[in-house]
């Protein structure tokens, strides 16, 4: 199936500091995306990547859609208290499923 | 925009009981909506896929007659846990996508979390 490799799995980093992950796929996908997850709750989109090549910022978040369309970063500058969480990455295949990278779970002390 | 409410949000209940999990889109129609299933420290699994006025879609290794889905109209879609055992306690997201269909990122309720006595 369609797999997505996801890291790091976790990060501890001081205020401040900027923060990059990524994603890696055997696959292509049609569609890459960045979700946050808040301890119960669920996952909130931040960032949606549809072309190949696509390089898109929320604020101070940028991403981009990989050329080969295998593969996504993300990444968070000047990282402030409330970006704690856990960050998901998904790729999305034409027909509207998706598959979850594992997810990068983000402490970030003050 | 694009808002997913899911209900109810925590559940507790003896082991035996049925329990109804109710997702709805607020402000867009969703012709598809699809049921996770996420444990602790992990990532979302998919369990199935609803499409508005046929039959649910599911993965592999999901009992269908376990978990009832019925997708009745564009806003709201419910899953079943018929008669829940403690190894069912989990915590349970839906997600829809609007009726333009595939191109468009899911946007996720709020989870419910079920535990089982």
């Known amino acids: 199936g369609q797999q997505l490799n996801q890291s790091p799995q976790s990060m501890f980093i001081q205020e401040g500091e900027d923060v990059s992950m990524n994603c890696t796929s055997s696959?292509?996908?049609?569609?890459w995306l960045w979700y946050k997850q808040d301890p119960g709750e669920g996952p909130v989109l931040l960032i949606a990547?549809?072309?190949?090549?696509e390089l898109t910022s929320n604020g101070r978040l940028t991403a981009q859609f990989g050329i080969t369309r295998k593969d996504s970063f993300l990444n968070i500058s000047a990282s402030i208290p409330s970006d704690v969480g856990i960050y998901f990455c998904a790729g999305q295949l034409a027909g509207g499923d998706m598959r979850f990278g594992a997810g990068t779970r983000l402490t970030v002390k003050p | 925009g694009a808002v997913v409410s899911q209900h109810p949000s925590w559940v507790i209940c003896k082991s035996g009981t049925s329990v109804k999990i109710e997702c709805r889109s607020l402000?867009?129609?969703?012709?598809?909506m699809f049921w996770y299933r996420q444990f602790p420290k992990q990532s979302l699994m998919l369990m199935a896929t609803?499409?508005?006025?046929?039959?649910?879609?599911?993965e592999q290794g999901v009992e269908k007659d376990k978990f009832l889905i019925n997708h009745a109209s564009l806003t709201l879609s419910t899953l079943t846990v018929t008669s829940a055992h403690p190894e069912d306690s989990s915590f349970y997201i839906c997600?829809?996508?609007?009726?333009?269909?595939?191109?468009?990122?899911?946007?996720f309720g709020d989870g419910t979390r079920l535990s089982i006595l």
């Open positions: 609803s499409n508005e006025g046929s039959k649910a879609t599911y």
């Open positions: 997600s829809a996508i609007g009726v333009a269909g595939g191109h468009q990122p899911q946007h």
């Open positions: 402000d867009f129609q969703a012709t598809t």
């Open positions: 990547l549809y072309k190949a090549g």
């Open positions: 696959s292509i996908f049609n569609t």
